[in-house]
């Protein structure tokens, strides 16, 4: 019989993410034509091209020369296309990886270090072909929801708050796929934000709370679609709540949003129910007690027990304008206790960016393993997303109110089921051992 302490090694072990072989060279002299529109045409353009949200086109010679310097600039420190886990830190194998490959980025400082020449334009391959703006990422749902339409003004202060609207379901359905969906291009210019939550009432139709955490929409993030073999419940004759964040954008605008689901068969059940939720906060809670003071960079930390075993599929920092980096660790309940630090992510409030773990990285802990978040906040002049440094700043639900939580994703694994999960992978990895 294995101690749990080994099995526990084991799982840290197999943690450890293989570097990818790295193909592709840097060419001698690089044009835009045979060398750099293939790179931004597979890692630019999705944003980059006119009517999505990124300030230029990147797919013509003519949009993207005047660009060359600022382009060296953000591909060379990484700033894009947008990811911002640390990498030289933990796990590294994820589902929805954009970074570019130091080759990719050497060819592209190499271009601009030598005039960003064109080369001859019928080199050039064709764009890619992109489904409308706003098309269902999750094919076409099997439930859609409207919220109440809401008018944002041509000009006022950012507009907080909660639209609620039915489900319509009579019996509990479990959720495969969700995709929360602005409704034109206009709509898309003014949701700045958005959280959709379940609510359920109690017996006086009182709503119980928040409700259960389903997707968030923010910039460069829309769809979620859980796993093989997961799924989130959506219990029968709950409401759909819509958090938003919406600003104006000097005209009046009716923001539409809708929300897309994929559902499991009537009756079904998944194998493994998906949770979401906001973890180690400080004090253990959500938003918790944060104290900031003026001028400088001080830190935050939370905990939160697993008390089942669990796979966990998805990490997202969360915190607002002074939040600059976040650490997440687990504290395995062994003797003698041991600690890993899984992943770290610079943040940037622009960006809610959500990691997903590759199906053979998701970390898999122990019952009893402890989360525990560190959170780094900038309340200096250095950081431009500072507002006022003079200003000590506390937590809360405004933007210039600070938190500093994590979003997990993840599902509970019985014992048995982990320690196979375990095994599995310990063999996996001594066939690879074999192979070298
Ligand atoms: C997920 C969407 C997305 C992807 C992918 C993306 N960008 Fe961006 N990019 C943006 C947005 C939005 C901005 C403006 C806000 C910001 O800078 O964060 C931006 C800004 C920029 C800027 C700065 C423009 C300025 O005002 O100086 C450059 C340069 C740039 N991107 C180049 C690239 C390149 C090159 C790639 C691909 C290798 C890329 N981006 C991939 C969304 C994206």
């Known amino acids: ?128 072909e992109f489904a409308p703006a ?16 809401h008018t944002v003004p041509a000009a006022g202060p950012d507009l907080f708050g909660d639209l609620f609207t ?37 017996e006086d139709g009182e709503r119980m709370g928040g409700g259960q955490f389903l997707v968030e929409y923010a910039s460069g993030k829309q769809a979620e679609i859980y796993p093989e073999g997961t799924g989130l419940m959506l219990p029968a004759d709950s409401e759909a709540r819509l958090s938003y964040h919406l600003h104006s954008i ?21 194998e493994h129910i998906r949770y979401s939720k906001q973890l180690a906060g400080s004090h253990g809670r959500t938003i918790g007690v944060l104290d900031i003071p003026s001028g400088e960079v001080s830190r935050s930390d939370g905990y ?20 600059v980096y ?6 395995y309940p062994t003797q003698p206790v041991r600690a890993e630090t899984v992943n770290c992510a610079r943040f940037d409030y622009n960006w809610h960016m959500n990691y997903n773990y590759s199906e053979d990285s998701m970390p898999l802990i122990p019952a009893g393993t402890i989360l525990h978040t560190t959170t780094w906040f900038d309340n200096s002049s250095g950081n431009r997303g500072n507002v006022d440094p003079n200003n000590w700043v506390g937590a809360g639900q405004r933007t210039v109110d600070e938190m500093g939580f994590a979003w997990i994703g993840w599902y509970d694994l019985t014992d048995e089921e ?19």
Not at 134 to 149: H, K, N, R, S
Not at 326 to 331: A, D, M, T
């Open 1 to 128: 019989m294995r101690t749990l302490q080994s099995i526990v090694a084991i799982a840290l072990f197999a943690l450890v993410a293989f570097p990818a072989g790295a193909a592709a060279q840097v060419p001698e002299n690089p044009t835009f034509a045979d060398d750099i529109a293939p790179i931004f045409y597979e890692s630019c353009v999705n944003c980059h091209r006119p009517g999505e949200i990124a300030p230029m086109s990147l797919i013509s010679y003519q949009d993207a020369r005047p660009w060359a310097r600022s382009i060296r600039n953000k591909v060379e420190t990484r700033a894009m296309p947008p990811w911002h886990l640390d990498q030289d830190i933990g796990v590294q194998d994820f589902l929805n990886d954009p970074s570019l490959s130091d080759d990719q980025i050497a060819t592209i400082v190499k271009w601009v270090d030598t005039g960003a020449p064109q080369g001859n334009p019928a080199n050039t391959p064709k764009p890619p």
């Open 134 to 149: 706003d098309a269902w990422q999750i094919g076409e749902p099997d439930l859609v929801v409207q919220f109440p339409t």
């Open 166 to 202: 039915d489900f319509g379901l009579s019996q509990d359905r479990y959720i495969t796929a969700i995709q929360t969906k602005p409704v034109g291009d206009k709509a898309r210019q003014v949701v700045h934000h958005a959280l959709s939550y379940a609510v359920e009432q109690d």
């Open 250 to 270: 000097g005209e009046d605008i009716d923001a539409v949003v809708e929300l897309g689901i994929n559902f499991l068969p009537e009756g079904e059940e998944p």
């Open 304 to 323: 939160a027990r697993f008390n089942k075993a669990a796979k966990i599929t998805m990490f997202q920092p969360h915190m607002h304008m002074l939040g």
């Open 326 to 331: 976040q650490c997440i660790e687990f504290i």
């Open 418 to 436: 982990y320690e196979a999960e375990v095994a599995a992978r310990q063999e996996a990895r001594e066939r690879t051992d074999d192979d070298n």
